[in-house]
């Protein structure tokens, strides 16, 4: 069989087409890519139960610590708080030497050998003038230790809270380890935050592993913090930037939306993740860094005035003041990423550590919203758009189809866009979800052949769902990715339309895991990409610069083989991804004109081969150089060629 290519028809391709999708899932943040090894760090997580349009709080300030040691106390107090955001603190009394408290640390610390790990608290020495001692400890082992004297502190404030830095280097490997923070002699101490953080940890927040395979990817944009992060369960719980533009120890402590997924009367409306919060580690600031230092463009969503409309009622009115505070945070948000170092929000950013602009271009005016009797999405759009456009001409504005490509939410808001399609830069993209089983993906190949090409899409969340679930990282088969993989032949073919697309979720971490498939897993020793990071990757790094045609497209996909290709015009190189989703290999000739060409293969040994923790690189890629012009492509392979 024959691939015949033709330099007909070609269509502009966007080089920063296929990125990330960011949200705090999984403990993707808290636990994960945010570097903090510390649970509940300034004793302020809550307890999260409920179900939708009824959810509640319950105070667990003292989740993840327990006193250790001969006789003493701990408990978890407030009435004179480091800070207003997080008025609770511990109070430790402890009667022998030696004792204080330990930190459970999800499953336990993973030190490695000579490795250095950077210890950052904040305490008040009610009755204490000895030397605190810091250590990871397991099975009454001491595995890294380090001492400070009580006086050897840093910063004070007014009401005594005093700032400690140190570190300890860890003697020899170890898993599952406790962290000690503990008083020399008897005494009594408060303490506000407690921070450990590897000293390779990149810039000092991201975790080392999780942030390489990110910028492995070579990805386009970066789309965060979510997701139904950005509009929580109930409005108080959303995602509020502006409380993450501060120091870390003053960024408010939130619920995760996350902590309740699963709930139902089976379980109480607990679920084994109702402890689940977000520190805010990762704010904005730090989301800007990671795409300036991954190489790629920052996509923030901002919340519209709605709760999630998959769990809540909760909204406020588009004619209040608050509706108002919604718009000035995206106008703010432009300012603080854009703005002059001597502009309001922009000189936040500065003082923050960031005097140059981040230079934003992307936005997205809410998540997965929809258009009913009751919320009024639509005129929401309009109100933002308005008043972004009329400061900021130059953004570029995304715009919601819904939670699905098949329900009405989907056509109504299609409607609503074509509508407005001749007012000048009032969309970019339309943000489309879509999570389906393999079959659907490789049956819709030619979903955007026939969609109108003067309104772009965003593929903001896309996945195949061999099964899915909870804490099931062997639901990232191999056939799931070759149909992804299939499905974006088709999406690159369709460049003129699709400008955007991301994979979702991105990281879950081993055993902490609300929703599967994911990209990527990890625990707290190792992380791998699964083969649906391959097809990401092998996408992303192999972009070119406008498509050609494929003569025989529609015979090829009848015999199970999906293809596209383009130009890449910096490197002369014609590229070529082919798709074989048969169970046989099969054997295709190139166009006479290739003699030799570079070859990555991705393949596995069965449908459901899939990477785990234990069989990292079970499903992988394989590159080499092919002299010839024809192909023999394995069974159940996705093949990049460049010649």
């Known amino acids: 069989m024959k691939i015949v290519l033709k330099d007909n028809e070609s269509r502009k391709i966007n080089r920063n087409m296929i990125g990330l999708f960011f949200e705090d899932i999984n403990y993707a943040a808290d636990g994960g890519l945010y570097a903090e090894m510390i649970e509940n760090r300034s004793f302020s997580f809550v307890k999260t139960v409920g179900d939708w349009n009824d959810y509640y709080t319950v105070p667990a300030g003292d989740y993840g610590w327990s006193f250790t040691g001969a006789d003493g106390y701990f408990k978890v107090v407030s009435g004179s708080s480091l800070t207003e955001e997080n008025p609770d603190y511990a109070r430790v009394k402890t009667y ?16 490695k050998k000579g490795a250095k790990y950077n210890i950052l608290f904040w305490a008040r020495n009610k009755a204490f ?59 009594c101490v408060e303490f506000a935050y407690v921070s450990l953080i590897p000293d390779d940890a990149v810039m000092g927040i991201f975790r080392k592993d999780l942030f390489e395979l990110l910028k492995g990817l070579k990805p386009g944009f970066l789309r965060f913090p979510g997701g139904c992060i950005v509009e929580g369960n109930t409005l108080q719980n959303r995602y509020r930037y502006k409380d993450s533009l501060k120091p870390t120890w003053e960024r408010k402590t939130n619920w995760n939306r996350w902590a309740v997924h699963g709930n139902s009367k089976r379980n109480n409306f607990e679920s084994d993740y109702a402890w689940y919060n977000q520190t805010l580690g990762l704010g904005f600031y730090e989301y800007f860094l990671l795409c300036e230092a991954i190489g790629a463009k920052a996509l923030p969503v901002l919340n519209v005035g709605f709760a999630c409309q998959y769990m809540s009622t909760e909204m406020v009115s588009i004619e209040s003041e608050e509706f108002k505070n ?27 550590g960031h005097k140059e602009p981040f230079n934003l271009e992307l936005l997205g005016i809410g998540n997965e919203q929809w258009q009913t009797e009751r919320a009024d999405f639509f005129e929401r759009y309009e109100a933002f758009e308005r008043a972004i456009h009329a400061k900021y001409p130059g953004i570029k504005l995304i715009g919601s189809a819904g939670p699905d490509i098949t329900s009405e939410k989907y056509t109504a808001a299609w409607d609503f866009y074509r509508k407005n399609k001749d007012k000048e830069n009032f969309v970019y993209a339309i943000d489309e979800h879509y999570y389906v089983k393999p079959e ?12 109108d090409r003067k309104i772009k899409v965003f593929s903001g969340e896309y996945a195949a769902h061999p099964k899915s679930g909870f804490n099931m990282p062997d639901s990232n088969t191999l056939w799931g990715a070759l149909s992804e993989a299939a499905f974006l032949t088709g999406v690159e073919r369709n460049a ?18 609300q929703w599967a498939p994911d990209m990527i897993w990890f625990d707290p020793e190792n992380a791998y990409g699964t083969p649906s990071y391959y097809v990401q990757k092998l996408f992303s790094s192999n972009m070119g610069d406008k498509t050609l045609s494929v003569d025989n497209l529609k015979e090829l996909r009848a015999d199970g083989i999906y293809v596209t290709a383009s130009f890449d015009e910096t490197a002369s ?10 169970e046989e290999s099969v054997l295709l000739e190139l166009p006479e004109n290739v003699s030799a060409y570079k070859l990555s293969v991705l393949t596995g040994d069965c449908k459901d081969a899939c990477n785990l923790i234990t069989d990292r690189e079970r499903v992988g890629v394989t590159d080499k150089e092919v002299k010839g012009n024809r192909l023999d492509l394995p069974a159940l392979s996705f093949a990049v060629l460049r010649f």
């Open 573 to 582: 190189d014609t590229i070529l991804k082919v798709v074989n989703s048969k």
């Open 440 to 451: 659907w993906l490789f049956e819709h190949n030619e979903f955007y052949d026939d969609y």
């Open 96 to 111: 022998t030497e030696k004792a204080g408290i330990r930190n459970k640390a999800y499953e336990g610390l993973c030190l």
């Open 129 to 187: 003038d000895g030397n605190f001692v810091i250590r990871a400890n397991k099975d009454g082992k001491i595995f890294a230790e380090t001492l400070i004297s009580s006086s050897d502190f840093r910063d004070e404030k007014y009401n005594f809270w005093k700032m400690y830095y140190t570190f300890f280097t860890a003697e020899e490997d170890v898993k599952g380890a406790e962290f000690h923070l503990l008083l020399d002699k008897p005494g």
């Open 496 to 513: 003129d339309v699709v400008v955007l697309a991301s994979y979702a979720p991105l990281f879950a971490r081993v055993n902490y895991a």
């Open 326 to 352: 919604f718009v000035k945070d995206a106008l703010d948000l432009i300012e603080f990423a854009n703005g002059d170092a001597d502009s309001e929000w922009g000189s936040v950013r500065a003082q923050m």
